[in-house]
């Protein structure tokens, strides 16, 4: 009995002891790779801070390999959803060509903070922490203008600042191309009982989706149709390894993960009222006149914001200049599914508007 007793102290001293070597090696690893992405790229500029906008705190990271370059600020969806977690893996494919500042929204992310909490967010509310946003980095990088890039609530949002203040913006370009939230939901709503016809299953989960509602029941079941059928957002995952990606952010510590993971339900609150009438009242229709170049790159197969509506608008927009980049059979999440290809038309982009400034210079 003896013997038995030291053979399992012994086994569960080395299990220990293999445990701590593993957890050792795991943290030189992280230390290592957060280092390698924490590095500023010669000439070139790597910088996060929190900065004072429309009275709030909001996080921003600042991240090109040549300071001469124009900026780009992005603006992920939701709204409320920050990315800050993985971006990095993506927007930096664009850092040899732009200077990209990366934002996490008012009360979202590693802006959120307990001791600023909103009850309501309103679309002017927005539209001013866009616009102070844009006035910092204009000041602080020394640049007369910026390129907008949105994704889903932020295509909406990138466009209604374009809308408001061009004298701000170089140009804006759009993905996961949001129009108009109410045709946007009604359109989905048709689609999914066509999706569904002849399955009991699926219409007893669309059943639990009620599109006047905004709870997170309600578009849980939304969405849930979406990806029973091979339209939700990351049903081709991502072409970078997550993994990697959230261990060797040099942007988040392991307390910084926790809090996302813990505020997510308080953290989103201010932004359910905005679902339904904020969102409204960021409505594109009828409003097609931009005096920045207007650019879209949107997946055939996106119904979280439906395709074909964009690409009805896009045919209305009067802009300098327009062009519209489809990724055949790209669901919403392009951004992360095919970050590569993805890329490559934002290169596209800036080298043509490149080409446009140095035209209009001589």
Request: glycine share 8%; net charge negative; with cysteine.
């Amino acid at each position: 009995m003896n013997k038995v007793k030291r053979f399992i102290g012994k086994m569960f001293k080395w299990i220990g002891i293999i445990l701590l070597i593993i957890i050792a090696v795991i943290f030189i690893l992280r230390s290592v790779g957060m280092g390698i992405n924490k590095r500023t790229p010669k000439g070139g500029i790597n910088e996060s801070m929190y900065v004072d906008i429309n009275g709030t705190k909001q996080w921003i990271n600042i991240y090109g390999q040549d300071k001469d370059n124009p900026v780009l600020l992005y603006l992920h969806g939701g709204p409320g959803s920050a990315t800050s977690h993985l971006d990095y893996a993506f927007t930096r494919k664009w850092s040899d060509v732009y200077t990209v500042v990366t934002w996490d929204q008012r009360s979202a992310g590693k802006s959120y903070d307990k001791n600023s909490e909103i009850s309501k967010i309103t679309k002017d509310m927005m539209l001013e922490d866009g616009k102070e946003m844009t006035e910092f980095l204009l000041d602080y990088t020394g640049k007369d203008k910026i390129t907008l890039l949105g994704h889903s609530w932020g295509s909406m949002f990138g466009a209604n600042l374009a809308l408001e203040y061009p004298e701000y913006y170089e140009a804006f370009i759009g993905t996961g191309q949001c129009i108009d939230i109410t045709e946007n939901e009604r359109r989905l709503y048709a689609e999914e009982q066509k999706w569904t016809e002849g399955d009991e299953e699926g219409k007893a989960i669309l059943a639990k989706w009620d599109i006047d509602s905004n709870t997170i029941e309600s578009m849980s079941a939304r969405n849930a149709v979406m990806d029973r059928y091979g339209y939700g957002m990351m049903k081709d995952g991502t072409d970078y390894n997550l993994f990697t990606t959230f261990m060797f952010n040099p942007n988040y510590m392991v307390k910084d993960y926790f809090k996302l993971i813990t505020t997510a339900k308080t953290a989103i609150e201010p932004y359910m009222e905005f679902f339904g009438d904020g969102l409204k009242d960021c409505s594109l229709f009828g409003r097609y006149d931009y005096k920045v170049p207007y650019y879209n790159i949107n997946g055939d197969i996106d119904y979280q914001t439906n395709y074909k509506m964009a690409c009805e608008y896009f045919d209305k927009v009067n802009a300098p200049q327009k062009k519209m980049y489809v990724m055949k059979d790209g669901t919403h999440g392009l951004l992360e599914s095919r970050s590569e290809e993805f890329s490559g038309y934002v290169h596209e982009i800036a080298k043509f508007q490149k080409e446009q400034i140095n035209t209009d210079k001589k």
